[in-house]
């Protein structure tokens, strides 16, 4: 008997040991959960419901183009099943490999949907998948107020920034959330513990359905997107919500790819005629536009980025033809780090645009090429895998992040977004920019045609959003599809209260009703959009989009972070108080865009204007003054 209480005490001590081994080194893949031995699971508890609400306060519904599978009738299922193979039959190889699994997993599930047994069937049941666990920080408000003084230029704090390791230490849950949670999960069958993320704030778990419904109390259905049936099948909550432990309500925000569905417009990316053929946008007329200034040599402290998502991957040899035709210097020896899937032999449009125009304008400078994956895993939700990715990273990750995909505001959940903006936090406290492009739909319509959708990422305030230019005679206005207006979930900052006001005080302005006065204003910047010659499979292509406009500007970034560090400064890290109290008001350090608008009808849209508006905001960069102003101490 003594023996036997030995070998169980060591055996629960060497839980507790690799426990906190596993976390403090950030997690690993495939972790098992370990148990601490002096907690145990409540044998009686109540379940709290977690409905999903805007940050508005409204409920977000099942969107109405998602239609639960086991609705349609037989009739119906075999058409959608035809039409899906229909379209895989008329695609290309590529194309038709990439989309294989999706329509196996949807074979199986047609079949199955056309018995009578579906929800009680070992395929249903035992199917595996993935979903994310945000636990609950600390130090938030600590965090914050590092992030005011860090960020203000006018502030003695001001790029004193704490390390990565500083941050997770701040931040972290406590380890009574982590062995909570983790030790809930043990109870369970059929529960893997994917992945820890650094900062020890996220968990990924993969598991059964059955498991899942028991875990949350909810019954996970299978939905289709009615117009675009190649999204493949994923698995939501029937009833749009999920619930929790009563103990466990103050250890979790929020439980991620149980109610929310995959975005429609996650890809901002759109290849478009040239609108001016004899203007045909390559590094080269990018550097002379913007008055680029290259530093000499290569970079040894200084790092880029660009993030993609679902099934977005690059091609090596299509990025050495690029450097080739349009003389990159030093394109192919610049260090390329992949962090994540790729598939060479798929390159897509987007994700060719992003790293070619990138590396061709921010020459020289090692670059990281940020991949999530693609749609099969029921369609997680992809920023919060970018936000473990870069946590991940730690202080060896890029300083400046270039991502040109985005949502729409009203469709994201009040506690996810802003956990997002949590994450944003910590990669500016740290000394990080990132940059979004701001969508391609203008001001973007509501369905009742009666308010403007805005966009998210694009309209947090802690990111520089940009928008997109074309060709006006010897300069640029805006294009008419450059996304920008106000933001319904966040209040506009301080540091840009005086511009936006100035903007709103003029004529010629949409009635209020179609948008939040007080809002958040974006786009902050621009840059041209239109026309980016771009070599895909072997061949060049014209490709426009805020998102050739976003790593146009983020390249520039780039490059002013090269010239600092060189300099023995720090990075510029969190852009937009300093570009609104310093760049804004020096002369010629941008190019005011005065001519265009982006409506988007139904609903009215704005104008361009001097000073900042909600098309290009404060203008497209002349890196000449910039650098003047960067290199300020």
């Not at 959003?465 to 207006?485: F, I, L, M, Q, R």
């Not at 300099?567 to 310093?582: C, D, T």
């Not at 941008?590 to 508006?613: E, I, K």
Request: net charge neutral; aromatic share 12%.
């Amino acid at each position: 008997m003594i023996q036997r209480f030995f070998i169980y005490s060591l055996l629960a001590l060497c839980f507790v040991l690799l426990t906190d081994y596993i976390l403090s080194c950030g997690g690993h893949q495939h972790v098992q959960p370990k148990l601490k031995a002096s907690f145990t699971v409540p044998t009686k508890f109540s379940w709290v419901k977690r409905e999903t609400h805007s940050l508005a306060g409204t409920p977000i519904s099942i969107p109405k183009q998602w239609k639960a599978l086991h609705q349609f009738s037989q009739e119906k299922l075999l058409e959608v099943f035809y039409q899906v193979h229909s379209i895989a039959s008329n695609t290309d190889d590529k194309k038709a490999e990439m989309i294989q699994p999706r329509i196996q997993h949807f074979d199986k599930t047609i079949k199955l949907l056309t018995s009578n047994d579906y929800f009680s069937n070992e395929f249903y049941l035992k199917h595996e998948i993935t979903f994310t666990i945000a636990l609950k920080q600390k130090n938030i408000n600590k965090l914050k107020e590092k992030f005011e003084t860090v960020s203000d230029p006018f502030h003695e704090d001001y790029t004193n920034y704490l390390t990565m390791k500083e941050i997770k230490n701040l931040i972290e849950p406590t380890k009574e959330t982590i062995q909570t949670v983790l030790t809930w999960l043990k109870n369970y069958n059929d529960i893997s513990v994917e992945k820890i993320s650094k900062h020890n704030d996220f968990i990924v778990v993969k598991s059964t359905i059955e498991t899942i419904n028991q875990l949350f109390n909810i019954k996970l259905v299978p939905f289709i997107h009615q117009n675009n049936v190649l999204y493949g099948v994923v698995f939501r909550s029937e009833s749009a919500s999920y619930s929790l432990p009563d103990y466990l309500v103050h250890h979790i925000d929020f439980v991620s790819d149980l109610v929310k569905f995959p975005s429609e417009q996650l890809l901002w990316k759109k290849s478009v005629p040239p609108r001016n053929p004899q203007v045909m946008v390559t590094p080269s007329f990018l550097i002379n536009k913007y008055n680029i200034q290259l530093p000499v040599g290569p970079s040894t402290k200084n790092r880029q980025s660009c993030a993609q998502f679902l099934d977005q991957y690059y091609s090596p040899s299509d990025l050495n033809l690029f450097f080739n035709q349009f003389n990159v210097l030093n394109g192919s020896k610049t260090p390329l780090r992949v962090i994540g899937p790729n598939n060479p032999n798929q390159p897509g449009v987007e994700a060719s645009l992003d790293i070619q125009y990138l590396m061709g304008v921010a020459q020289n400078i090692p670059t990281d090429f940020i991949s999530t994956g693609g749609r099969v895993n029921n369609g997680q939700e992809p920023f919060i895998d970018w936000a473990i990715t870069v946590q991940q990273q730690g202080d060896d990750g890029a300083y400046t992040h270039s991502i040109s995909y985005g949502d729409v505001e009203s469709t994201i959940p009040r506690d996810y977004a802003e956990r997002m903006n949590n994450e944003l936090i910590k990669l500016a406290v740290s000394g990080r920019s990132v940059l979004f492009a701001t969508g391609d739909d203008g001001v973007q319509c509501n369905a009742a045609g009666t308010r403007q959708e805005p966009n998210f990422p694009a309209g947090s305030p802690y990111v520089l959003s940009v928008g997109a230019t074309e060709p006006y005679g010897e300069g640029e206005k805006s294009t008419s599809w450059s996304g920008g207006g106000f933001s319904n979930y966040f209040a506009r900052g301080a540091f840009q209260q005086d511009a936006v006001s100035a903007y709103l005080r003029g004529n010629n302005l949409p009635p209020t009703s179609y948008f939040n006065a007080t809002g958040r204003g974006y786009p902050d910047v621009a840059a041209y959009g239109v026309n980016f010659s771009v070599i895909v499979g072997g061949l060049s292509r014209p490709v426009g989009g805020t998102s050739a406009a976003a790593p146009t500007f983020a390249a520039v970034i780039s490059l002013l972070n090269e010239w600092r560090i060189r300099n023995n400064m720090k990075p510029l890290g969190y852009l937009n108080k300093w570009m609104y109290s310093v760049v804004a008001k020096t002369s010629g350090a941008l190019n005011d865009v005065t001519v265009g608008s982006n409506n988007t009808p139904p609903c009215p849209g704005f104008q361009c204007a001097q000073g900042w508006d909600p098309v290009t905001g404060l203008g497209t960069p002349n890196m000449r003054v910039l650098l003047q102003l960067a290199l300020q101490k």
